[in-house]
Structure formats: structure tokens, C-alpha cells
Antibody, heavy 121, light 107 residues
Framework: QVQLVQSGAEVKKPGASLTVSCKAS????????INWVRQAPGQGLEWMGWISAYNGDTNYAQNLQDRVFMATDTSTSTAYMELRSLRSDDTAMYYC??????????????WGQGTTVTVSS | DIQVTQSPSSVSASVGDRVTITCRASQDIGIWLAWYQQKPGEAPELLMY???SLHSGVPSRFSGSGSGTDFTLSISSLQPEDFATYYCQQSNSFPYTFGQGTKLEIK
């Protein structure tokens, strides 16, 4: 079945970097976009960015643009999200989500299980 | 950036009631609005896309409408499993902003 499986929980110190992976299965990886969304404890959803698994094009949220990097490895059907210079307010659940076949404009159809990230000294 | 404002932030209702949630975009987004349901401790799930299209497997008691700047999600005849938090997201242009969420609670 179609699924996205994310890497495990992380605990990081302020100033460190984080990489979350998102391994896709059950579909042709390059045919679908991947988005990253995060959710701080008790808060709403925040869109972080988008990557085309076909050609690697990206678009990032402006407030994260200087610290975030997204990539894909088509040989392993895996998407990655790197966040640098971590701060305490980066503490959140991080999700990868797959867009529809016709593009993300048609919604985020499949979600990973989430990766808990805690930033604390 | 396009801002997306949801209302109400919370609503109480009973099983069998009809509930409507609204989402307003700060500029014309055509039909490019999606709705998601999130239950505690779970990832969000897609309900509606392109304002009024029901995602596969979603019960027909969910419906969406609107275009331009004003959109609604309606749930007819609430079921116990519908009590959750609902989010809208505009997908007309980057960044694909989410609304603040509406928590649907049991009265």
C-alpha cells in the first residue's frame, strides 16, 4: 500500500542541525510532489515547503528559507528535510506529505506518521 | 503571502447535528482550497480538495463549497468519529498556507 515512513524522534541542542527522512513505498516516487509540514505542541499546522520528486525544484516558506533545505533521492524513493541553526521554537512534530498525482494543488493525499523533534539545551 | 482565516476557532455540537466551518482567503484563490481532519495524536487526513471535491473514501456527509475568497466545509449529521480539528489550506500559490484550525467538540 502507499505509505510514507519517517525517521525516528530526535532531540537536538540549540544551534544544531536536523535531518528528517521520509521513505516512500507503494507508488512511483518521481510522479508526486512532497511537502513538509510541522506542528508545534498544541498549535496548528505550518507549511514548510515543497519539493518536486521529478526534478528537485523546491519552494520554501519565507520564514524558514535561510535555514531549511529539501532534497530527494530517487534511487531510494526517499525525501529529506534539513533544518539548520535549530532554536527552541523549532520543537514540533514534523510531517512529510505527498501531493496528489495532478499536483499539490489537489491536496496532500498521503501523510507520514510524523517525527517528533525536541530542541532543548 | 495569502492569509487564510478560519472560523470559528472552536464549535460544540451534538451527534446528528449539522456543522459548518468557514475559511476566508486574503485574496482570490479560485477553487484551490483543501480541507483536512486531524485527530489527537494522528497525522492530518485529506477530506476535500479543489473546494468541493470529496477525497476518495471520505463519507458523503462531508461537503465543501466556495470559490474566490470564501469557502465552507459542512458536515451533515455528525458522527462520533467526526469530533476532531479541521484545517483549511490554500493551494493556489506558494506558500501553501493553512488556516488556524477549528476544533469540533462534543456538546
Amino acid at each position: 500500500q502507499v505509505q510514507l515512513v519517517q525517521s525516528g524522534a530526535e532531540v537536538k541542542k540549540p544551534g544544531a542541525s536536523l535531518t528528517v527522512s521520509c521513505k516512500a513505498s507503494g507508488y512511483t516516487f518521481i510522479n508526486y510532489d512532497i511537502n513538509w509540514v510541522r506542528q508545534a505542541p498544541g498549535q496548528g499546522l505550518e507549511w514548510m515547503g515543497w519539493i518536486s520528486a521529478y526534478n528537485g525544484d523546491t519552494n520554501y516558506a519565507q520564514n524558514l528559507q535561510d535555514r531549511v533545505f529539501m532534497a530527494t533521492d530517487t534511487s531510494t524513493s526517499t525525501a529529506y528535510m534539513e533544518l539548520r541553526s535549530l532554536r527552541s521554537d523549532d520543537t514540533a512534530m514534523y510531517y512529510c506529505a505527498r501531493g496528489a498525482y495532478s499536483g499539490t494543488s489537489y491536496g496532500l493525499e498521503v501523510w507520514g506518521q510524523g517525527t517528533t523533534v525536541t530542541v532543548s539545551s | 503571502d495569502i492569509q487564510v482565516t478560519q472560523s470559528p476557532s472552536s464549535v460544540s455540537a451534538s451527534v446528528g447535528d449539522r456543522v459548518t466551518i468557514t475559511c476566508r482567503a486574503s485574496q482570490d484563490i479560485g477553487i484551490w482550497l483543501a480541507w483536512y481532519q486531524q485527530k489527537p495524536g494522528e497525522a492530518p487526513e485529506l477530506l476535500m480538495y479543489a473546494a468541493s471535491s470529496l477525497h476518495s473514501g471520505v463519507p458523503s456527509r462531508f461537503s465543501g463549497s466556495g470559490s474566490g475568497t470564501d469557502f465552507t466545509l459542512s458536515i451533515s449529521s455528525l458522527q462520533p468519529e467526526d469530533f476532531a480539528t479541521y484545517y483549511c489550506q490554500q493551494s493556489n500559490s506558494f506558500p501553501y498556507t493553512f488556516g488556524q484550525g477549528t476544533k469540533l467538540e462534543i456538546k
